[in-house]
């Protein structure tokens, strides 16, 4: 339905998101039952993350323009209402007024049978326009770029009566995709970016221009990567063919440019002078292969906030039985550390789940031994350590390890490989698990003490080294037991100077609740 003010009406029932967890057919009354029977068995899940923001039910992947509106956290969401398959996307919606509780609010996208968006409303971003909150996305397929505003503070959207406000890559170029928009405002016009690449050269973003957000013309290419051109940074790494989710923004007295590289969320910190962005440090956001397409937003603390899409680690059928796939990252706010390099950190707003308290300093902890933690225990907690590393081979903490050690998973920073990593070789007694270990590039200054930060929150395991390395994992332990905590020291000699343990309470008891 076209309303007068030329915008597209979405369907009452996909407004009130309805659609969520209902199955197709059947009546009220059975779709009701079944809910309720799914929000059961979701809530007795024990991978199931309790305290990161998830959608009730179904499948879920990038956050889409999350933003601050009128005293509220936005987070919309790649979401699949259908089941825990990445099939038909929606942008799901939450808000909150916090960072850390989330309350669902109804659907914002879905697409339209015969638009542009017909077989998916794909990632993008949000801005405000006059006081219009406005939301910029992919339609599927061809990739093009369109428009929704809502006029009800977020609640409804309606879709452009022209989209595509951008129909096709500029003439000539042969890309290897078009999509994920990022737009920003200068002076009194909109620049808009979209991740793109050039097959066989390598990835790359679009830069356009508007004055009104419709209507928009091609520049240059903001920025451009070569395959195999590697950049100083933590952990030089190339950036491949196609630039997915492209996200462009000042941080202190540089520009960043986040993009997802179809394998790892990749920053570069440079300049950005005459609408060209020369990047001159490069790294990944995150050292692991669970973290995928990176998005940010300001606050009114003036924060730069990025969230992203933490992927789950095990076949796609016990997704789809688990009813459930995909969880927001916690949030992470970004600066720029003294050397130059981006640091990161959880804002203090987390600080709110925090419960039972239990502190330690100057543990003894033999090299090599196996000892757990006696009377700490748990799969919802936030550990903060700090090692003195001496002479060791490796120190961390052992996590979700059952009393006989037969599932355990190993946190550690490896002094002599200068690496971060979660060890998963035994994190599960199940064959249907990813249990390689993860991480990447991370070393320590002479003298400087390894300050470990790691939130496990079920199945999912978000550790921080130092404010300046982030690491995200997956683990499904399969016994009830795997809740143990213990300290590593291999070979040589280390100090753990103190270790901090917190039970963190969940978000959101009432998942289903729209
Ligand atoms: N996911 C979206 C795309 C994006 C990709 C589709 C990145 O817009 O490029 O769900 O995960």
Same mark, same amino acid.
């Given at each position: %339905?076209?309303?007068?003010?030329?915008?597209?009406?979405l369907?009452?029932?996909?407004l009130?998101?309805r659609r969520?967890?209902?199955?197709? #057919? #059947? +009546?009220?009354?059975?779709?009701?039952?079944?809910? @309720?029977s799914?929000?059961?068995?979701?809530?007795?899940d024990?991978?199931?993350?309790?305290?990161h923001?998830?959608?009730?039910?179904?499948?879920? +992947?990038?956050?889409?323009?999350?933003?601050f !509106?009128?005293?509220q956290?936005?987070?919309f969401y790649?979401? +699949?209402?259908?089941?825990?398959?990445?099939e038909s996307?929606?942008?799901?919606?939450?808000g909150?007024?916090d960072l850390?509780?989330?309350?669902?609010?109804?659907?914002?996208?879905a697409p339209?049978?015969g638009g542009?968006?017909?077989?998916?409303?794909w990632? #993008?971003?949000?801005v405000?326009?006059r006081?219009?909150?406005?939301?910029?996305?992919t339609?599927?397929?061809?990739q093009?770029?369109?428009?929704?505003?809502? =006029?009800d503070?977020?609640?409804?959207?309606r879709k452009f009566?022209?989209?595509?406000?951008?129909?096709?890559?500029? @003439?000539?170029?042969?890309?290897?995709?078009?999509?994920?928009p990022?737009?920003?405002? &200068?002076?009194?016009?909109?620049?808009l970016? $979209?991740?793109?690449?050039i097959?066989?050269?390598?990835? %790359?973003? *679009? *830069?356009?221009?508007?004055k009104?957000?419709v209507?928009w013309?091609?520049?240059?290419?903001?920025c451009?990567g070569?395959?195999?051109?590697?950049?100083?940074? +933590?952990?030089p790494?190339?950036t491949?063919e196609m !630039?997915?989710c492209?996200?462009?923004?000042?941080?202190a007295?540089?520009?960043a440019?986040?993009v997802?590289?179809?394998?790892a969320?990749?920053?570069?910190?440079?300049s950005?002078?005459?609408?060209y962005?020369?990047? /001159?440090l490069?790294g990944?956001?995150?050292?692991?292969d669970?973290?995928?397409a990176?998005?940010?937003m300001t606050? &009114?603390?003036?924060?730069r906030?990025?969230?992203? !899409?933490?992927?789950?680690?095990?076949?796609?059928?016990a997704?789809?039985?688990a009813? !459930?796939?995909?969880?927001?990252s916690?949030?992470r706010a970004?600066t720029l550390a003294?050397?130059?390099?981006?640091? %990161?950190?959880?804002?203090s @707003?987390i600080e709110a789940?925090?419960?039972k308290?239990?502190?330690f300093e100057?543990?003894?902890v033999?090299p090599?031994?196996?000892?757990?933690?006696k009377g700490?225990?748990?799969d919802?907690l936030e550990?903060?350590? /700090?090692? =003195?590393p001496?002479?060791? =081979?490796a120190?961390?903490?052992?996590?979700r390890?059952t009393?006989?050690?037969k599932?355990q998973?190993?946190?550690?920073?490896?002094r002599?490989?200068?690496?971060?990593?979660v &060890?998963r /070789?035994?994190?599960?007694?199940s064959?249907?698990?990813?249990?390689?270990?993860?991480?990447?590039p991370?070393?320590?200054a =002479?003298? /400087?003490?390894?300050k470990?930060r790691?939130?496990?929150?079920a199945?999912? $395991? @978000?550790?921080?080294?130092n404010?300046?390395?982030?690491?995200t994992?997956?683990?499904y332990p399969?016994?009830?037991?795997?809740?143990?905590?213990g300290a590593?020291?291999?070979?040589g000699?280390a100090r753990?100077?103190a270790?901090?343990?917190w039970?963190l309470r969940?978000?959101?008891p009432?998942?289903l609740t729209?």
């Amino acid at each position: %339905m076209v309303n007068r003010r030329g915008f597209l009406t979405l369907s009452a029932a996909t407004l009130l998101g309805r659609r969520i967890a209902l199955p197709r #057919g #059947g +009546n009220m009354r059975a779709d009701h039952m079944k809910n @309720e029977s799914l929000q059961k068995k979701l809530a007795a899940d024990p991978q199931r993350p309790r305290y990161h923001l998830m959608p009730p039910a179904n499948w879920m +992947n990038d956050p889409n323009g999350p933003i601050f !509106w009128k005293g509220q956290y936005h987070m919309f969401y790649q979401y +699949n209402p259908n089941g825990a398959f990445p099939e038909s996307m929606h942008w799901g919606h939450a808000g909150s007024p916090d960072l850390v509780h989330w309350k669902h609010l109804p659907i914002a996208l879905a697409p339209t049978p015969g638009g542009p968006d017909k077989d998916g409303c794909w990632s #993008g971003c949000a801005v405000v326009d006059r006081g219009v909150p406005t939301l910029i996305y992919t339609g599927v397929f061809p990739q093009v770029q369109c428009l929704a505003r809502s =006029e009800d503070d977020m609640m409804t959207w309606r879709k452009f009566a022209g989209n595509p406000v951008v129909a096709a890559p500029p @003439e000539g170029m042969e890309t290897t995709g078009f999509r994920d928009p990022c737009v920003w405002r &200068e002076a009194d016009e909109w620049f808009l970016a $979209i991740g793109s690449g050039i097959k066989g050269q390598g990835g %790359m973003v *679009l *830069l356009y221009r508007s004055k009104d957000l419709v209507q928009w013309d091609y520049l240059h290419l903001l920025c451009k990567g070569r395959k195999e051109e590697l950049l100083p940074g +933590n952990d030089p790494v190339s950036t491949g063919e196609m !630039w997915e989710c492209p996200d462009f923004f000042p941080l202190a007295d540089k520009h960043a440019l986040i993009v997802s590289t179809q394998g790892a969320v990749v920053f570069s910190l440079g300049s950005y002078v005459n609408r060209y962005f020369r990047p /001159e440090l490069q790294g990944k956001a995150d050292l692991g292969d669970s973290y995928y397409a990176a998005r940010s937003m300001t606050d &009114e603390k003036g924060r730069r906030i990025l969230w992203g !899409w933490i992927r789950e680690g095990r076949s796609d059928a016990a997704q789809r039985a688990a009813g !459930w796939a995909g969880v927001m990252s916690l949030p992470r706010a970004l600066t720029l550390a003294p050397g130059g390099m981006l640091a %990161m950190a959880p804002p203090s @707003e987390i600080e709110a789940l925090r419960g039972k308290h239990q502190r330690f300093e100057n543990l003894p902890v033999l090299p090599g031994s196996f000892s757990l933690l006696k009377g700490v225990r748990g799969d919802g907690l936030e550990i903060h350590a /700090e090692f =003195e590393p001496g002479t060791s =081979e490796a120190v961390g903490l052992m996590v979700r390890s059952t009393p006989d050690g037969k599932e355990q998973t190993s946190i550690t920073y490896n002094r002599t490989s200068g690496q971060l990593l979660v &060890e998963r /070789e035994h994190s599960s007694l199940s064959l249907d698990v990813d249990r390689g270990s993860q991480g990447g590039p991370f070393t320590l200054a =002479e003298n /400087e003490t390894l300050k470990l930060r790691v939130f496990l929150d079920a199945s999912v $395991i @978000e550790a921080f080294a130092n404010d300046r390395a982030c690491l995200t994992s997956r683990i499904y332990p399969s016994r009830p037991d795997s809740l143990g905590l213990g300290a590593i020291i291999r070979s040589g000699k280390a100090r753990l100077k103190a270790l901090d343990v917190w039970e963190l309470r969940p978000i959101s008891p009432d998942r289903l609740t729209t």
